[in-house]
């Protein structure tokens, strides 16, 4: 009996070790998922002309309300919109140099006829309603939404799969009335996708 309950212990730990745990997400981000799952739900890589994907993501809300739902298409309907994802909030690259590039470049995101800026991450809502706070990037004017669900990520094809969260790849992207008119990628170069690049081909 003590034998057959070991196994078992063995037998559960491997599984988990091995990716088939009937538990397949995180509390830190979206889920992860089977590749042939991913395979079905990513899209190819946006580009300009691209529609961007009709998802729900969740803005977090003071004093650790409950997020509220925004429909992506409804949130920039008749608007030219900023949209920036990083692979995540509080980091230093996303903290010292992505965010910080938008909040100082708002004005003359403005002037160039920009009416929102989007900050997006697969951090949970919680995560990203503080870090707009605390970083000055939501008194700016920023908006912080959360793809915790990666639907957005994944439907920009721009999704880092791991055992862990799925991330977003670092991009920029300008839309107007939902469809891309610019796309910053990081490929090459991170600062790429940052605000002056992007300033620049307005």
Not at 33 to 55: F, H, I, N, R, W
Not at 140 to 161: C, Q, W
Not at 170 to 183: C, E, F, N, P, Q
Request: proline share 4%; charged share 20%; net charge neutral.
């Amino acid at each position: 009996m003590l034998l057959r309950r070991c196994s078992a212990l063995v037998f559960g730990f491997a599984a988990v070790a091995s990716g088939f745990s009937p538990v397949a997400s995180s509390p830190f981000g979206a889920p992860r998922t089977s590749a042939s799952k991913t395979a079905l739900s990513m899209s190819a890589e946006v580009e300009v002309g691209s529609k961007l994907p009709d998802v729900v993501m969740k803005e977090g809300q003071a004093d650790y309300g409950k997020p509220a739902d925004v429909k992506l298409l409804d949130l920039v309907k008749g608007k030219k919109v900023a949209i920036f994802a990083v692979p995540g909030a509080f980091t230093p690259g996303c903290s010292k140099s992505h965010l910080p590039s938008f909040i100082t470049a708002q004005d003359d995101l403005k002037s160039k006829g920009v009416d929102l800026t989007v900050c997006v991450a697969t951090n949970d809502a919680y995560v990203m309603e503080a870090w707009g706070r605390t970083s000055g990037g939501a008194d700016a004017g920023i908006v912080f939404l959360s793809d915790a669900d990666a639907s957005l990520t994944r439907g920009l094809g721009l999704a880092i799969e791991s055992d862990v969260m799925v991330r977003s790849k670092r991009y920029s992207l300008i839309a107007d009335d939902g469809v891309v008119t610019h796309y910053f990628s990081s490929a090459k170069e991170s600062s790429d996708t940052w605000a002056p690049n992007v300033l620049s081909s307005l």
